[in-house]
């Protein structure tokens, strides 16, 4: 089996047990932490999966993934402490 597969199938099951925390999270912050972490293992997959079929447009669209996801917890963190959008 091939190494990248291999690194897919682990990130594909990080990524189900973190949506576990988003979902089931006690609390309003558990959950963004929850998503933050879904984030950022699908930005890895995108690298990985990228660097398996040497397409260089996976790494672009992780990049771009990457700052958005970047200024949505930025946003989501100062809704959360009370200071308005």
Do not use: C, H, Q
């Not at 672009?60 to 100062?78: G, H, M, N």
């Amino acid at each position: 089996m091939n190494p990248f597969m291999i690194a897919l199938v682990l990130l594909s099951i990080s990524i189900l047990i973190a949506m576990i925390r988003a979902i089931l999270g006690p609390t309003i912050p558990d959950r963004v932490v929850g998503l933050d972490t879904v984030n950022t293992l699908v930005i890895a997959s995108m690298l990985v999966f990228g660097a398996a079929t040497k397409e260089v447009i996976y790494i672009d669209v992780a990049i771009v993934y990457a700052l958005l996801s970047y200024i949505t917890t930025v946003l989501i963190a100062k809704y959360l402490e009370g200071g308005k959008i």
